[in-house]
T-cell receptor, first 111, second 118 residues
């Protein structure tokens, strides 16, 4: 079974802090994705990556950056967290154009 | 304009009955894929079913079937014999596969919350 893990299920940070959200997949997938999910808005793509050290902006990249130094790991970075970044963050991976497999999500609260 | 539209924010269904969750999509790409995901209260997104734009037959996976009407650009999910464990958010998603490609990116609808009544 494909497994996608995220470093934390719940996270509370203060405004202005630098936040790292980690995602690891164990199926050698090329593609990895970061989404945020907000009530009534569905899932919105923040960044994605097709390969190591490659990244592409999604629909809402502002305020975020990413890092993919190893194939299995894709990190989402909030350089200076703000209250409007309070959200559920979901990581996913896929093999080429197959279905995406999701991690359990990280519920981030920025105070 | 929204590419994926789910017009039902919430729905109720009686246990053991069938239910249809609506999804319409908008694309000019001739090659695309349509997906349905289930998200229980635990938060994890679970892949349910996939339909390719060139597939001749409607996709089925156990109690799930996808009613694909290409001309109407609709991809409704049908759940037969609803169970209490089907209570969850359901998301329709599309991947556009042509024109330099999405390379796997999915565009999600806003979801439908399904509640199954005992």
């Amino acid at each position: 079974d494909v497994k996608v893990t995220q470093s934390s299920r719940y996270l509370v940070k203060r405004t202005g802090e630098k936040v790292f959200l980690e995602c690891v997949q164990d199926m050698d997938h090329e593609n990895m994705f970061w989404y945020r999910q907000d009530p009534g808005l569905g899932l919105r793509l923040i960044y994605f990556s097709y390969d190591v050290k490659m990244k592409e902006k999604g629909d809402i990249p502002e305020g975020y950056s990413v890092s993919r130094e190893k194939k299995e790991r894709f990190s989402l970075i909030l350089e200076s967290a703000s209250t409007n970044q309070t959200s559920m963050y979901l990581c996913a991976s896929s093999f080429r154009v197959s279905e995406q497999f999701f991690g359990p999500g990280t519920r981030l609260t920025v105070l | 304009a929204q590419k994926i539209t789910q017009t039902q924010p919430g729905m109720f269904v009686q246990e053991k009955e069938a239910v249809t969750l609506d999804c319409t999509y908008d694309t000019s790409d001739p090659s695309y894929g349509l997906f349905w995901y289930k998200q229980p209260s635990s938060g994890e997104m679970i892949f349910l079913i996939y339909q390719g734009s060139y597939d001749q037959q409607n996709a089925t996976e156990g109690r799930y079937s996808l009613n694909f009407q290409k001309a109407r650009k609709s991809a409704n999910l049908v759940i037969s014999a609803s169970q209490l464990g089907d209570s969850a958010m359901y998301f329709c998603a599309m991947r556009e596969e042509g024109y330099g490609g999405s390379q796997g990116n999915l565009i999600f609808g806003k979801g439908t919350k399904l509640s199954v009544k005992p």
